[in-house]
């Protein structure tokens, strides 16, 4: 994981992951790899946030730290969870990043459309999008970091973020995704990009990066 300065957005420091969490790490802990793309160091998707939830807890408990969340199944759908009551507990172990966190790691002090800055054509260096990926994810770490040393913050797979919205037509609970993935536009793929699903949707765009306060 990479130490993450305070700054603007976030006032502690705090780390994040390096990398997007892979499917070798996610098998170990869970027993068993949901992904569509399958490959040890492609980054694991088809995970709901209940799932990464829970990945975080188990990771926390394996390193024998105090898991960051109080996680309740109500139902799971085979090796996923499709409901919960979540309750976050806080502490030293592994969690998901926060909507502040997460923009703060990707942004590394700037104020651009990208980490890099504001030009579209950089894009291809940095994050696996629509114009390079070939419609699918790749091994992570192979393109430039950010200025924090982040990899694929900006594209391979969308990452499941702590903040809950209420959907304006349903009012259903939903979770932030923030980055783009593999098939997005270069403007899907802007720091400020934000999108929101029910924490139980799973889809083959969707991986996560772990965060952890010291």
């Known amino acids: 994981m990479v130490l993450i300065p305070p700054g603007e957005l976030v006032k502690y420091p705090y780390r994040l992951g390096k990398y997007e969490v892979t499917q070798e790490e996610w098998q170990k802990v869970m027993g068993y790899n949901p992904s569509s793309f399958k490959g040890p160091n492609l980054p694991v998707e088809t995970v709901n946030w209940f799932d990464s939830v829970e990945f975080c807890n188990k990771l926390s408990e394996r390193e024998g730290l105090k898991p960051y969340y109080d996680l309740q199944v109500r139902t799971r759908n085979g ?3 499709a409901d919960a009551e979540v309750k976050i507990l806080g502490g030293n172990g592994y969690h998901i990043p926060t909507d502040a966190e997460w923009e703060h790691g ?17 894009l291809a260096e940095y994050a696996w999008y629509e114009q390079n990926s070939g419609k699918k994810t790749h091994p992570v770490g192979k393109l430039k970091p950010n200025g924090f040393g982040l990899y694929d913050i900006h594209g391979n797979v969308r990452e499941w973020n ?3 919205l209420k959907n304006a037509t349903t009012g259903d609970s939903e979770r932030v995704h923030r980055g783009g993935f593999w098939g997005s536009s270069a403007a899907n793929c802007v720091v400020s990009t934000r999108t929101h699903y029910i924490p139980a949707h799973r889809n083959y ?9 010291p």
């Open 79 to 81: 090796d996923s969870i």
């Open 205 to 213: 765009i969707f991986g996560l990066r772990l965060a952890k306060v």
């Open 162 to 164: 702590e903040e809950m």
């Open 106 to 122: 990707c942004r590394t002090g700037t104020n651009t459309k990208y980490c890099f800055g504001d030009d579209d054509a950089q």
